[in-house]
């Protein structure tokens, strides 16, 4: 099976809003372009979905990007909300970088993936040791 790719924040506000986001979105685009070429599954956590959706006409975007591209929504879970603290503490990272944490934790839960993501360097941190979990910078 093809390894899976993970959406956070700032790669689903450059998918949804390209406009305001032209570098970034196309290097999103590409990344989410290779996944489907090679059969991943694309996941964004739904932690993610609070960190982008406003409610109303501001989030007809980010349903439009759900809509027909294959792209699901992993639902939050005690288990991954867990998972999602222990990495925050591993990292010594406290509950401003929870979003990021619970991006690594649904990377973990898919069994590893690829983390699409303009911040580098905290997700970086937060899967530091982790093998099967990998970032690209958008």
């Known amino acids: 099976m093809a390894e899976a790719l993970v959406l ?7 998918l949804a809003r390209p406009s305001q986001r032209s570098v970034l979105a196309v290097r999103a685009r590409a990344i989410l372009q290779l996944a489907h070429e090679h059969g991943a599954l694309v996941r964004i956590p739904a932690p993610v979905l609070a960190q982008v959706c ?5 989030d007809a975007a980010v349903d439009r990007l759900l809509n027909g591209r294959g792209i699901g929504v992993v639902a939050l879970t005690s288990g991954m909300a867990r998972r999602a603290g ?3 503490a591993r990292a010594r990272l406290g509950s ?3 979003i990021d944490a619970f ?6 839960e898919l069994g590893g993936a ?3 993501t303009h911040d580098p360097d905290d997700l970086r941190r937060l899967a530091s040791g982790l093998a099967h979990v990998r970032i690209f910078s958008i």
């Open 8 to 14: 956070d924040s700032e790669a689903v506000n450059a």
């Open 54 to 58: 406003r409610g109303g006409a501001f």
């Open 86 to 88: 222990a990495i925050l």
């Open 96 to 98: 401003a970088h929870a």
């Open 103 to 108: 991006v690594v934790a649904t990377a973990m």
């Open 114 to 116: 690829v983390i699409a």
